[in-house]
């Protein structure tokens, strides 16, 4: 960007005193501003010699003082302690005077020009674009390194020009800047790099934050060794000298020695050499990137498996309780047993090592058991969700290929002994577990028994995991989730308490069951934490729980702050944990305190140990340090690779460039990895949209909703732009509000208007009671409704009870809920848009209405509006 000012440090000859430089600023101020302030000369001391860093830190100081308002130009006049020749500081405000002539007024005052030559000129002269091959180099330079930061296709410049056909000694703001763009798209070469040519911009655009400057040396006059001819080159200050990389703290967003490493490939390689091999990076820099994230020392589990692991604890504590299922519990021992008995009946149905088995099992004690039934016959357990629709768990049986699918486990019971038979390593695969794909058809991820037993290790000793915790099972085991919470509390000696469906909907009903269990061990994704954290407010004594684990989803930390207030960290610590299915539910994990809170951190905190993470460009490179990339995951958790999937596999499982015999698994998310070895999660790659030509991070919009004190939860999408009209894209946000805070999005969106860039403002801020969520608690993008008010289906006039009547009352619930302007008797609740968070506002809202709680159960039970009144009626 054009500087706000110039400065310009010129050596005086010793016989120069202060009073003829003064007089001569005066004369020639007067002469050229008659009737404006005339700039004095402020003279200073520097107890300092002139060579010394001290006189060279009050110089650049002195340079990087702005102008005082009003005034055109600062003079300030540097006395030395050692008696060397004196200099003057000239600063000038760039919308009055530009470089070449702030040399003008350094050749006045020095007595080389007399001041009734220079004639001050008014208007703009047009540029001259003519730009030599070494600054076109130099633009080139700092535009390729600045997009390897930035991850942007194009960059602006901005390189300064002199003015075309300048009168001589004409003093004004004449010189000016043109744009340098840079295309750093996928296919373009030196050569086209080199050739860009520099525009001039257009009237009303933004000038580019990034720019060179003109080159500023010391202007020596009158001085020279004996035999030499005076030094009065105006070297870099005319407008048509050469320039330079700006300098000082906030000069140059990207460090000046890659840049000029840069300018040397651009110099040194072909003109046909693609852009991409071009690298900011020296070779000790990728290596120092490389290991800021490599992996601290491996647990020692890696050859365990996850039976063998329970089997220990089993032995060790026979006795202790291991499941709550409801009114039950099973110790140890009896979990053991049972599981025993499983395994023995998958044999007799035929299931070998190797094996997949179809687990479509609700959440409870015979879900564990024969997981870990599976587990002892060495088979393997792919979990088929039963609230799933039927045609989803029988696509992904069908993909997976299973031997078996258990729906009673009573069938695998009252068999013979299966016979001995030595079992696979670790190394084998343990489960199956299948994500979403781009394609529509989900995809089965190998997970090994040792990267679960080497996830729990890596974190058993920093989170104190013992035989004294009591864990949740909350997630369904289609969700890798589940993996940690089950493992995580069997294979440390705990007690692990299974949620059943109805009480992980309703967040009062898990609270109190988090009460009643003494819960000490919490996982949740941050969606559901934030119903349950509304819970907490009004709910019951959570004294026994020292650790939550929230991971799955990106974390906002703000709305944490009123978790503090009851929980404080000492008493209850809090991890953010970020993690993949393909690398074994957690990667990273990051305590979160009332100070990361405060701040918005998006730190996921640093590898466990065993795990290691690299931030790498599209080519497999690492970025430069804190530039974007994409999140590569090496280490003990990197799965096999997918199901009956080798292209993809090799795809996204690629090696690792300090370890060939290891692999990285290509998340697919952006990053960036700081110099401390932390890591920011920044949302997936392919979220990025353009809107405009500008290309956006719809996490960026939603941090700045999420920074609003109003705002407990936000989602952003982008939409439109179909058949090519860029016109009709546009970005929506939803928003809902912080406890206390109104219903008006208005002040939300002024907010974020403030903020935001303006082809980054949403067009419209929805208020919604709560997020839809999907069954694993992340959320459900498919099921935000159409921006704006919602109207329910068109529909004949009918009767409508009394407000003031329980089905009127309830009427108007749903009308606040769901955002429809007309209810009727026949209306579905999920027909209208509702789900399970909609259902918990509305069962809140009806007691504080007067009306009877409302659980989830009696929605699903009688969905519309005229037969839940009648429920209602008849509970009264």
């Known amino acids: 960007m054009p500087p706000a000012h110039h400065a310009l440090t010129v050596r005086l000859p010793p016989a120069l005193t202060d009073t003829a430089l003064a007089a001569a600023l005066a004369t020639a101020a007067e002469l050229w501003w008659p009737g404006e302030r005339s700039p004095r000369l402020w003279t200073e001391t520097v107890p300092a010699p002139a060579g010394s860093d001290a006189a060279a830190r009050r110089r650049a100081a002195e340079a990087r003082r702005p102008v005082a308002p009003g005034h055109r130009l600062r003079a300030v006049l540097l006395r030395y302690a050692d008696g060397h020749a004196p200099e003057a500081v000239l600063t000038a405000d760039a919308a009055a005077l530009d470089a070449h002539s702030l040399r003008i007024v350094a050749r006045v005052l020095l007595g080389e020009v007399p001041p009734d030559a220079v004639t001050p000129h008014g208007g703009p002269l047009p540029p001259d ?3 030599d091959e070494e600054t076109r180099r130099l633009a080139a330079a700092l535009a390729l390194t600045a997009g390897r930061y930035t991850g942007a296709a194009s960059v602006r410049v901005a390189v300064p020009v002199p003015a075309r056909d300048r009168p001589p000694y004409a003093l004004g703001a004449l010189d000016g800047y043109a744009v340098f763009t840079a295309d750093l798209s996928p296919g373009r070469t030196v050569a086209d790099l080199l050739t860009t040519e520099p525009l001039v911009p257009a009237e009303g655009e933004e000038p580019p934050a990034l720019g060179l400057v003109a080159a500023e040396e010391p202007l020596a006059l009158g001085l020279a060794p004996a035999g030499e001819p005076p030094a009065v080159g105006l070297v870099g200050g005319d407008g048509d000298g050469p320039v330079t990389l ?11 020695h890659q840049v000029e490493g840069v300018r040397q490939q651009l110099l040194s390689r072909p003109l046909n050499t693609p852009l991409r091999e071009l690298d900011p990076l020296s070779a000790s820099e990728s290596t120092e990137q490389l290991m800021l994230g490599a992996t601290r020392k491996p647990p020692a589990s890696l050859t365990l498996r996850v039976d063998e692991a329970f089997a220990a604890q089993a032995a060790a504590r026979p006795d202790a309780p291991a499941l709550t299922a409801g009114p039950a519990t099973l110790s140890y021992a009896e979990l053991n047993g049972r599981a025993e008995d499983f395994a023995d009946g998958l044999y007799a149905h035929g299931v070998r090592p190797g094996d997949l088995v179809g687990l479509c099992l609700p959440r409870g004690a015979d879900l564990v058991a024969v997981v870990l039934g599976v587990l002892k016959a060495d088979a393997v357990y792919v979990p088929l969700d039963p609230e799933h629709p039927a045609d989803r768990r029988e696509r992904t049986a069908k993909d997976a290929g299973v031997r078996l699918t258990v729906e009673d486990p009573a069938v695998l019971t009252g068999h013979p002994p299966r016979p001995a038979a030595e079992r696979r390593q670790a190394g084998a695969p343990a489960y199956v577990i299948h994500t979403s794909g781009s394609t529509g058809r989900p995809k089965g991820v190998l997970v090994p028994h040792a990267g679960v037993t080497a996830l729990v290790d890596a974190v058993r000793d920093d989170f104190g995991l013992s035989p004294d915790d009591t864990w949740t099972c909350f997630h369904s085991a289609a969700f890798d989730f589940s993996v940690w919470e089950i493992w995580g509390a069997l294979l440390t000696g705990g007690r692990l308490v299974l949620v059943d469906h109805w009480t992980s909907r309703s967040p009062e009903d898990f609270h109190a069951l988090l009460v009643r269990e003494r819960v000490s061990v919490l996982s949740q994704t941050p969606s559901a934490f934030t119903q349950l954290a509304a819970a907490d407010r009004t709910g019951g004594d959570l004294s026994a729980l020292r650790l939550v684990v929230l991971g799955g989803e990106p974390l906002d930390t703000r709305p944490l702050l009123g978790w503090f207030d009851r929980h404080p960290e000492d008493r209850c610590r809090l991890v953010n944990m970020y993690g993949i299915t393909e690398t074994t539910v957690h990667v990273t994990a990051a305590t979160v305190t009332r100070r990361e809170a405060l701040a918005g951190s998006r730190s996921v ?7 290691s993470v690299r931030v790498l460009d599209a080519y497999g490179r690492p970025v430069p340090p804190g530039a974007l990339g994409e999140i590569h995951v090496g280490g003990a958790g990197v799965a096999l690779g997918y199901l009956n999937r080798p292209a993809l596999t090799a795809e996204r499982f690629v090696p690792d460039p300090l370890d060939p015999a290891g692999r990285l698994y290509r998340s697919g998310d952006l990053g960036r990895l700081l110099p401390d070895g ?9 979220d990025q949209v353009k809107v405009r030509g500008f290309r956006i991070e719809p996490g960026e919009i939603r941090h700045v909703l999420l920074e609003d004190p109003a705002v407990s939860a936000a989602a952003v999408t982008v939409t439109g732009g179909g058949g090519g009209d860029a016109a009709a894209v546009r970005i929506d946000a939803y928003v809902v509000p912080a406890p206390g805070a109104g219903e008006d999005a208005g002040p939300v969106r002024e907010r974020a208007a403030r903020l935001l860039p303006p082809h980054m403002v949403p067009a419209t801020v929805t208020v919604l009671p709560a997020l839809p969520l999907t069954a694993n608690g992340k959320l459900d993008p498919a099921r935000l409704p159409p921006p704006g008010a919602r109207r329910a289906p068109a529909a004949p ?13 309830l009427a108007a619930i749903w009308r606040d809920v769901l955002g429809v302007e007309e209810i009727g008797p026949d209306d579905d609740f999920w027909d209208l848009g509702g789900n399970s968070l909609y259902a918990i506002r509305i069962g809140t809202l009806a007691r504080e209405r007067g009306l009877p709680g409302i659980p989830l159960r009696q929605l699903y039970l009688t969905p519309t509006l005229g037969a839940l ?8």
Do not use: K, N
């Open 129 to 131: 674009l003519r730009v």
């Open 246 to 256: 700006p300098t000082g703290p906030d000069g140059l967003p990207v460090p000046a």
């Open 605 to 611: 905190g640093r590898p466990l140990p065993g795990w």
């Open 678 to 686: 932390t890591l920011e999660h920044l949302g997936r790659i392919d």
């Open 797 to 809: 006039p009918r009767e409508t009870a009394p407000a003031t009547a329980p089905a009127g009352v």
């Open 869 to 876: 009144s009648e429920a209602l009626a008849r509970e009264a």
